[in-house]
């Protein structure tokens, strides 16, 4: 890979004024000064599918998959949530039984083993589809309605265990099960506890807030935890803020509140805390990562606010070399920011309690991408000793109200000069080819182009590729490419071309837009989830699972999922033998249950599609990218 970075200088040397775009790099720089990093050459082991807009999954030859589970599955032993007369009617009786039953729109997926040997999966819920749910919502949700919407979000932590036949199936009534909803209490902690702008009527500490909302994208930590994170958690919140303070009304705005998403979850109408008429601070108790013990229901999910507020997607982790933990994290917005926080302490391999409040102090740093394929990761606040410390260049408001770094990170963010990206969607550290990968969704509202984010009106989305200087995660310096810009071979305009490490491809790569999220397997290829494939701007087929192979150049399809989904939460078995993923509100798009465009995953007389975490596996049993 290493000589991939040259490719690019030579071939935009060659290329530029072809491709009409100033996508690659910058002259000065030279072979030798280029990073070494690791290459995963390993063949993909299938045959690519392509884009398609059939109503079922589609694999490559010689797998399956199998529904592990969906939404409204009883966790608890009892009832199932009857989603067949949910459609009808909604009755508070209902909203106890999906407080232990799987939540709505899975997204994040992760797979671990508990120290005996059993095998968990803790799954986002990101948000509801009320026009999909129910037959009829009118002008805004009933009370019973918004209430199942608030605790159909939040996790699901869920003991899984495998089929003779390969599948996997989850355990009802697992001692490990549990939920966390958007009324579940949690903590906060970090340099933002406490502050006054955390504090409300409900709780005069800023310490402690009911409910996680909008959890989107997670990573896992070196110690078992699970750090699931409230992307669009604006969307809940309603009502004038004419009557707010102009600190309170321009930081609510920058965050884009009050939403007018609110409506359709309802939350506003029936639970003050929602609406900025009634509650200006709870809006800034959302926007956090939330950091989870799946091992044990009893800690609450603690927020934790040295990691920055915004529209988190993701964070993940990696250990530097020098023991600190480094997470990576994106702001999924359009023009918005990709981050990392540095911990000030170390991991520490054999004492999980030394590890628990880790990610309380350390230093939080925005992405500056230069248009010399350079980079630099600029500080916004290191927290130490519980004191903040702000970069001191960061305008005066944040040197007087310092936890504003936290509370504001996109106000201080814009006021370092960081980079405005194209929706910066997961962000993970290849532990194979030991560099970073960012995933830009699309952003159709771009005028003006940068190195970075090369294309004007970007609808299909691109993948940036960092490497940290000296492969350090910790390192303040880096180099990044664009191994792929997505894309459809045969458009006829080259902004809508798929471009592969810097090269046009043959109609024989199948066409991919919207990144959102990756795993990688054992040879360190990308596995990418996408968000958006279905759009008529972009390749008007289902979304589903692409692998990009960085030691062989080489893009591949692996799984079509059905109208309307999203496919999330990309994640192998730790043996590799299976892929989970989540297929995320299916039949979305269609304005009512009277036009879906498909009912998977089907069964029990269903009227309304289900959002479902399924398992992909080889018939011959082997690996799945063997
Ligand atoms: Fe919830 Fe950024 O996808
Ligand atoms: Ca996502
Ligand atoms: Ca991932
Ligand atoms: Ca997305």
């Given at each position: 890979m290493g000589e991939y970075f040259g490719d690019l200088l030579s071939r935009a040397l060659s290329r530029r004024a072809v491709l009409k775009t100033a996508l690659f790099g910058a002259a000065g720089l030279t072979l030798a000064s280029l990073p070494k990093v690791g290459v995963a050459a390993t063949s993909l082991g299938f045959s690519t599918i392509y884009p398609n807009a059939d109503d079922k999954i589609t694999l490559p030859a010689g797998f399956e998959h199998g529904v592990v589970i969906r939404w409204?599955?009883?966790?608890?032993?009892?009832?199932?949530?009857d989603w067949n007369r949910i459609h009808q009617t909604v009755r508070a009786a209902d909203v106890q039984r999906q407080r232990y039953c799987f939540g709505y729109n899975c997204d994040f997926v992760g797979y671990q083993r508990t120290p005996n040997g059993k095998h968990l999966l803790v799954v986002n819920h990101e948000y509801t589809n009320p026009e999909l749910m129910f037959e009829r919502v009118g002008d805004r949700p009933s009370q019973w309605q918004a209430a199942l919407q608030r605790e159909a979000h939040g996790l699901s932590i869920v003991e899984i265990s495998k089929n003779a036949n390969g599948g996997w199936r989850y355990v009802n009534a697992s001692p490990y099960n549990y939920r966390i909803t958007g009324s579940t209490p949690c903590e906060i902690s970090g340099p933002a506890k406490g502050h006054p702008l955390l504090k409300t009527a409900a709780d005069p500490t800023g310490r402690r807030v009911n409910g996680t909302l909008n959890n989107c994208a997670a990573g896992k930590t070196p110690w078992g935890t699970v750090l699931t994170c409230e992307e669009n958690f604006h969307s809940y919140f309603g009502g004038s803020d004419r009557n707010l303070t102009e600190l309170v009304k321009t930081l609510h705005r920058r965050y884009g509140l009050p939403s007018p998403r609110a409506d359709r979850y309802g939350f506003y109408f029936y639970e003050d805390r929602f609406n900025l008429e009634k509650e200006p601070n709870e809006a800034f108790r959302f926007g956090w990562v939330v950091e989870v013990?799946?091992?044990?229901?009893?800690?609450l999910p603690i927020k934790r606010t040295a990691l920055g507020r915004f529209r988190h997607e993701a964070a993940t982790t990696v250990i530097a070399p020098d023991g600190r933990v480094v997470v990576y994290m994106g702001d999924?917005?359009?023009?918005e920011y990709a981050y990392k926080f540095i911990t000030k302490g170390k991991y520490r391999a054999n004492n999980r309690a030394a590890n628990l409040n880790l990610l309380d102090q350390g230093d939080l740093y925005v992405a500056r991408f230069n248009d010399d394929l350079t980079g630099e990761w600029r500080l916004i606040a290191r927290v130490s000793d519980n004191k903040i410390m702000p970069n001191p260049s960061l305008p005066d408001i944040f040197q007087k109200e310092p936890a504003l770094c936290f509370i504001n990170t996109r106000g201080a963010a814009d006021a370092l000069g960081a980079t405005k990206m194209d929706r910066p969607e997961d962000f993970e550290w290849n532990p194979v080819t030991k560099s970073v990968w960012l995933a830009l969704t699309y952003n159709e509202k771009r005028k003006d182009s940068d190195r970075a984010n090369p294309r004007p009106e970007n609808a299909m989305g691109h993948v940036i590729e960092i490497v940290e200087q000296g492969n350090n995660?910790?390192?303040l310096q880096f180099r990044w490419a664009l191994p792929l810009l997505c894309g459809?071979?045969?458009?006829?305009e080259t902004s809508r071309q798929l471009v592969l490490y810097g090269r046009p491809t043959n109609t024989k790569v199948p066409a991919i837009s919207a990144p959102d999220n990756f795993t990688f397997d054992r040879a360190g290829n990308v596995w990418i989830a996408t968000d958006g494939n279905g759009a008529s701007s972009r390749l008007g087929k289902n979304d589903g699972v692409y692998v990009l192979s960085p030691g062989r150049r080489e893009l591949k399809m692996f799984l079509s999922a059905v109208p309307g989904c999203e496919v999330c939460g990309p994640e192998f078995s730790s043996d590799y033998k299976t892929f989970f993923c989540a297929i995320q509100h299916p039949g979305e798009g269609a304005k009512s249950t009277a036009d879906l465009p498909t009912r998977w995953p089907?069964?029990?007389?269903?009227?309304v599609p289900r959002p479902s975490v399924i398992a992909v596996w080889r018939q011959d049993g082997r690996e799945v990218s063997a």
């Open positions: 409204g599955d009883a966790l608890d032993g009892g009832e199932n949530l013990d799946p091992l044990n229901p009893t800690r999924d917005e359009r023009f995660p910790a390192a459809d071979p045969t458009a006829p089907y069964g029990d007389q269903v009227v």
